[in-house]
Antibody, heavy 116, light 107 residues
Framework: EVQLVESGGGLVQPGRSLKFSCAAS????????MAWVRQAPKKGLEWVATIIYDGSSTYYRDSVKGRFTISRDNAKSTLYLQMDSLRSEDTATYYC?????????WGQGVMVTVSS | DIQMTQSPASLSASLGETVTIECRAS??????LAWYQQKPGKSPQLLIYNANSLHTGVPSRFSGSGSGTQYSLKINSLQSEDVASYFC?????????FGAGTKLELK
């Protein structure tokens, strides 16, 4: 059974940093691209970033480029998102997802609140 | 960026009814379209990919169709467990973009 379990969210002040992770199991992690998708409270879904299977290429939405870094450790089957220079508009639930272009499996999500 | 316009924003239907949700892309996305279901407090779940392929384990009352810029999700014989929000997503180009969602309620 494919499982994606995020951890590490929380409350953070504007301008600060936060890093969280997503532990994968039930499939060969190193075979798949992975992504982060976020959802602001009571809002729709927004793709954030993608990393290909071996970590050699990454893609970001413009609003997070230069502030967020997606990475992976295939030996640990773990995906990461490092978020720097956080803004109030980054407040959202962040989901990790297995990517095939579409997202076929999603984690339960981790809430990030950016507020002073 | 490719804009995804989804309609209607909300929909009220009776048990057993057939409902259709539409999604229009701002340019041709060559069937690079997926549909998701999201229940309150839960993560999204994939229903349809490649515009018309049913994801593993999804009931056959869900179906997708369309091409070019126009796509639709149809739910036949609505069940109570189908009450949820539905989102379309294009993956033809980065940045991947989603429709604003359709909230489906029971009448």
């Amino acid at each position: 059974e494919v499982q994606l379990v995020e951890s590490g969210g929380g409350l953070v002040q504007p301008g600060r940093s936060l890093k969280f992770s997503c532990a994968a199991s039930g499939f060969t992690f190193s075979d798949y691209a992975m992504a982060w998708v976020r959802q602001a409270p009571k809002k729709g879904l927004e793709w954030v970033a993608t990393i290909i299977y071996d970590g050699s290429s990454t893609y970001y939405r413009d609003s997070v480029k230069g502030r967020f870094t997606i990475s992976r450790d295939n030996a640990k089957s773990t995906l990461y998102l490092q978020m720097d220079s956080l803004r109030s508009e980054d407040t959202a639930t962040y989901y990790c997802a297995r990517e095939l272009g579409y997202f076929d499996y999603w984690g339960q999500g981790v809430m990030v609140t950016v507020s002073s | 960026d490719i804009q995804m316009t989804q309609s209607p924003a909300s929909l009220s239907a009776s048990l057993g009814e057939t409902v259709t949700i539409e999604c229009r892309a701002s340019e041709d996305i060559y069937n690079g379209l997926a549909w998701y279901q999201q229940k309150p407090g839960k993560s999204p779940q994939l229903l349809i990919y490649n515009a018309n392929s049913l994801h593993t384990g999804v009931p056959s009352r869900f179906s997708g169709s369309g091409s070019g810029t126009q796509y639709s999700l149809k739910i036949n014989s609505l069940q109570s467990e189908d009450v949820a929000s539905y989102f379309c997503q294009q993956y033809y180009n980065y940045p991947y973009t989603f429709g604003a969602g359709t909230k489906l309620e029971l009448k």
